[in-house]
Structures are given as C-alpha cells and as structure tokens.
C-alpha cells in the first residue's frame, strides 16, 4: 500500500539556520504531494503541494521538489525564524483516492534564537 | 470564520465508556474526515465521508462508528472505550468539486481512556 516516510526528530536549530527535512514515499501510479504544518494547539494547515513530477511547491519561503527519479519530496527552507518552530508531515494523494491523504509520521522542529 | 469546529476539546473516559466526539464544517465542504494522531505514527484515518449520506471506512475504522447527520456534521462515536484509543482525535474537510489535496483541520480532541 501507500505509504511515506520522514525523518525523525526532532530536529533543533538556530535561528536563520537552512533547513532540510527528508520525505520519501511509496505509491502506485503518481500521486500528488503535500506537506502539512501543525503548529502547537492547532490543527493541521496546508503548507505546499506539488502535482508532478519536477514541480517545485513553495509558501513562506519553504519549497519541495517533486523528485520522481527518487520518489522524494523534500522540504527546505533558507533561514529558518522561531515562529517556524511547529510538527511538518509530508503526505500523498493517490491518483483516483479522491482527497484522502496519506500521511508521514511528523518531524518536529525546534528553532532557537 | 469558524472553519472545522470540534467538541470536546478534552475527555477522559473509563474503560467501556461511550462518547461521541462532535464536529460541525461552516465552509459547504462535501468530504469529511475522522483521523487519529499517535506519536510516531502520524494520521490515520478513521472514516469519512465523501459526500452527505456516504460513509467509509478508512484505515484504523474497528472500535468506531460514524454518523453524517448532515452536510455540516459529521460525528465520531466510540461504543465501548479502550486504552488503545487513547490519542488526539481530527476531523477535516474538503471541497470534493476540487480535487486538491488541501484538507482543512479542526483543533483536535485530545481523548484519554483509563
């Protein structure tokens, strides 16, 4: 079945630090994908998507690059700032599966100044 | 805009209770969504429905029932409480005319069975 794996965290940086978390997944066909953010006391809210492959999703300065060839979507930013500090799941949409998701298992991450 | 709202935000429950956890989307949203969050497992979902009077199963569905009582509503109820659904409980929904991805979430419930 379908399935996605990140890295696990968390993971802790500086302020202004790059960010990488890695996203790989398994799927029939060619999915859709997405990265969600969960910030503390909240639900989740959409971050970036990428429909095919080569496309590079990006919002607030965070992009991923739908990388078939390796079936990874990894998510980046520059410069990271405390208000980022928050859970990111990585996800996947199946071709004909409507809008169900199916999600990674979450990569805290904590920015300290 | 209120967007998903759920209640109860918190309950704790004894072994072989019941509750329902309630959940109301003011966005016309066709699709609904019930996922469970365990650390280290991420979401799963439970059940949803893809549209008002349907409802399926999703990942983790034993222990659960659900009821569309509307297009707004979509209520998650646990018969008979057990420890191993101790977890934070989601609903969602999306615009099933847009096949996006984009699931909008509510604050969670976070549920402690004993």
């Known amino acids: 079945g379908d399935s996605v794996t990140q890295m696990e965290g968390p993971v802790t940086l500086s302020e202004e630090a790059f960010l990488t978390i890695n996203c790989t997944y398994t799927?029939?066909?060619?999915?859709?994908l997405f990265w969600y953010v969960q910030y503390p006391g909240e639900g989740l809210q959409l971050l970036l998507k990428?429909?095919?492959?080569?496309d590079k999703g990006s919002n607030k300065g965070f992009e991923a690059t739908y990388r078939k060839e390796t079936t990874s979507f990894h998510l980046e930013k520059g410069s990271v700032q405390v208000s980022d500090s928050a859970v990111y799941f990585c996800?996947?949409?199946?071709?004909?599966?409507?809008?169900?998701?199916?999600f990674g298992t979450g990569t805290q991450l904590k920015v300290e100044l | 805009n209120a967007g998903v709202t759920q209640t109860p935000k918190f309950q704790v429950l004894k072994t072989g209770q019941s509750m329902t956890l309630q959940c109301a989307q003011d966005?016309?949203?066709?699709?609904m969504y019930w996922y469970r969050q365990d650390p280290g497992m991420g979401l799963r979902l439970i059940y949803y429905?893809?549209?008002?009077?349907?409802?399926d199963k999703g990942e983790v569905p034993n222990g659960y029932n659900v009821s569309r009582l509307n297009k707004r509503e979509f209520s998650l109820r646990l018969e008979s409480a057990a420890p191993s659904q101790t977890s934070v409980y989601f609903c969602?929904?999306?615009?099933?005319?847009?096949?996006?991805?984009?699931?909008?979430f509510g604050e969670g419930s976070r549920l402690t069975v004993l």
């Open positions: 969602a929904s999306s615009d099933m005319g847009q096949i996006t991805g984009e699931l909008f």
């Open positions: 799927a029939t066909g060619y999915p859709s």
């Open positions: 990428a429909t095919k492959a080569d």
């Open positions: 996800a996947l949409r199946r071709p004909g599966g409507g809008n169900k998701l199916t």
């Open positions: 966005m016309n949203h066709n699709s």
């Open positions: 429905s893809a549209s008002e009077g349907t409802t």
